[in-house]
């Protein structure tokens, strides 16, 4: 039997095994969420901020009417796995819960659920009760 090789087998298993519990653990890390109230307007300038390139891209593919997209209120938050948080965006009230592994549930109180992976490069999009009004959520950058 060699001897080096049973000491690099241990090694490479122990290097796997702290390598799996990482990744477990950093899929149970608390998700940090965006929560943005965005209106649509033809018009060039309204009050808010415009949104970035990419939220500006993303809502561009929908079938919208509107050429520009402003940002009214932004919200951050953090939430473990399983928590949930109540917002009011745009008038209408919604939970967001944490389903673990970048996973959200959106609850529109009154309208339904949506179950999406929120993850870097993803977004959630819904409309919300005020005309022309959209609530984005994703991972702050």
Known sequence: ???????????????????????ALAADAPLK?????????????????????QIEKKLK?????????????????????????????GGSEMVVKNLGGERVELTLIHRGKITQSVGKDQTLVTNVQEENSFAVFRQPD
């Open 61 to 89: 593919r929908l079938p919208l009417k509107w050429g520009n997209y402003y940002i009214l209120r932004t919200e951050r938050f953090s939430l473990a796995k399983g928590e949930d948080k109540r917002l009011v965006l």
């Open 1 to 23: 039997m060699n001897i080096p090789l049973i000491f690099s087998a241990r090694r490479v298993c122990t290097a796997l095994f702290f390598l799996l519990c990482a990744g």
């Open 33 to 53: 969420l965006e929560a943005q109230l965005v209106v649509g307007s033809n018009d060039p300038q309204i009050h808010g901020t415009p949104v970035s390139p």
